[in-house]
């Protein structure tokens, strides 16, 4: 264990979401998250036992912890934190949670800030916690900006990972200064069984394949409409992302009311995430009629703004 002296330790990780690639990512294709301004914080000192905002934990119930205290050979530990990211909207709190409280940790010990282990430690996390992830979410909670997976030509490659079910290439991708209006459905759904229902689908029908080298090309036209920073053709690919991923059975009415009530005011909108639930997002210049659009039709909006900075130590 490493020593650990009187201090507190803090660190800040941004949310973020997938703006292109979802599901079609498993099988190697290409995908871009952006960090956004919200934010998870984890302040960490030493203790006399493991404890979570001044209770006792379990490591056993929390495994994106276990993990990261495990991987850094860390015990009796105070964790504090804050959050305004929304627990279970595909917003990237367990991953932003797993990269603030691993740079926290770092910093009260003294340890190397190197941002890749910070975000192999991360991925590690989420991997034990899921059972199956990409790096692609703590990537982005890592460094930041916006984070491109599987992409060959790219601005900076960042790091490689590899697992037993894939192998991904991460970097970084150009983000041009834009706001996006979140909407979040309510609902919680989990990612297994949307991507279970996918690989189904593509399994016993040729047109599912057909439909994910689509999204392949409409993430790659995504990407280089941020690089030459129009907005209006990225908001064109957004959409239509929403329309293959609709007819990969994805998304759910609650998503389609929303994405439909964003769209009039939008350059483009989309789910993001595994679907069935969680949020979409809609990229606008008009935010407040879109947050108005969102609220009427059931969903809670979110302003935010993306190209903000990974994970910080305060």
């Known amino acids: 264990m490493n020593d650990m002296n009187d201090d507190i330790s803090t660190a800040v990780s941004p949310g973020k979401f997938i703006l292109l690639g979802e599901h079609a990512v498993v ?10 301004d919200m934010s998870f914080s984890c302040s960490v000192s030493a ?14 119930r929390h495994p994106h912890i276990q993990c990261i205290l495990s991987r850094l050979n860390v015990n009796n530990i105070n964790i504090t934190t804050w959050s ?6 595909g917003l990237g709190s367990s991953a932003a949670l797993s990269s603030s409280l691993d740079a926290a940790i770092r910093n009260l010990t003294k340890k190397d800030m190197d941002l890749v282990e910070i975000a192999r430690d991360s991925f590690e996390a989420e991997y034990y916690a899921q059972g199956r992830a990409s790096p692609l979410d703590t990537s982005t ?6 984070v491109a997976i599987n992409v060959k030509e790219t601005d900076t490659h960042l790091w490689d990972a590899e697992k037993e079910d894939g192998r991904w290439s991460i970097s970084k991708t150009k983000v041009p200064e834009m706001t996006f209006v979140i909407g979040y459905t309510g609902i919680k759904a989990s990612t297994g069984p949307l991507v279970e229902k996918v690989r189904k689908y593509k ?9 994910i080298d689509e999204i392949e090309m409409v993430t790659m036209q995504g990407i280089d409409d941020m690089r030459n920073d129009d907005v209006v053709s990225l908001g064109k690919n957004m959409t239509a992302n ?8 994805v998304s759910c009415n609650e998503l ?19 679907g069935g639930g969680g949020c979409m997002i809609a990229l606008t210049d008009r935010p407040e009629i879109v947050c108005e659009d969102i609220r009427l039709h059931g969903g809670i909006p979110y302003t935010v703004k993306t190209g903000v900075d990974g994970v910080t130590i305060i």
Do not use: M, Q, W
């Open 27 to 36: 099988y190697g294709k290409p995908a871009v998250a952006l960090a956004i």
């Open 47 to 60: 203790g006399e036992y493991n404890s979570l905002n001044g209770v006792p934990i379990d490591l056993s």
């Open 84 to 89: 305004d990211i929304p627990s279970g909207s």
């Open 141 to 146: 909670c890592t460094f930041g900006k916006g």
């Open 203 to 211: 399994e016993h029908n040729r047109f599912a394949s057909d439909v």
């Open 242 to 249: 929403h329309k293959l991923l609709s007819i990969l059975g």
């Open 256 to 274: 389609n009311k929303l994405v439909n009530a964003a769209e009039r005011h939008s350059y483009g909108a989309k789910l993001t995430g595994s």
